[in-house]
């Protein structure tokens, strides 16, 4: 069980993530004031806005190693096991954002890889041998094609454009079943 001050520091930092998406060049004295705290208050968390995109980084690839774990990929069919993992990283929807928006400092910093990619690409070949997946698409594709909706979708959410509601079961059937509509023309 986490503790509240655990839980307080999530929602401090996810707000924190969303803030820096969408006022990339505010000071740390503006961010604090765009989240409701104060400006000492986020001095707790970091002293310039370096600091807080490395601690943003590494909450953030704490939570996605989180979600891969608590989607327990390895347990049921993989279609189940997607549906969790679709669901668990829905649940960082904001530490996502943030990673769209900064994600070249995520692939330049060697402490970021969690082995994230190493888990769902073998989630992937599970469900590759299991007749699950398609084969002609190779698992790391498999894995960047899910990782690169669910980031469209939070985006698409986060501007208004995406309702809420239902999202993790739109991905995963756009995913499983394309968009292919069912009077297409050949």
Known sequence: MESPDTSTDEKTLAALALALVDHPRASLQELAKAIGISKTTLYRYCRTREELIQRLMAQATVALKRAVEAAQLDQGTPREALSRMTQSHLEHRELTAFLTYYWRDAVTDPGVESGWESAVDAFFLRGQQAGV?????????????????????????????????????????????GVQGSAVMR
Do not use: N
């Not at 208004?160 to 739109?170: E, F, K, T």
């Open 133 to 177: 997946f398609r084969i002609d698409i190779s698992a790391a594709t498999l894995s960047d094609l899910w990782a690169s909706m669910l980031i469209g979708l939070v985006d698409g959410e986060r501007r208004g454009r995406i309702a809420r509601v239902g999202l993790a079961g739109v991905m995963d059937k756009v995913f499983m079943e």
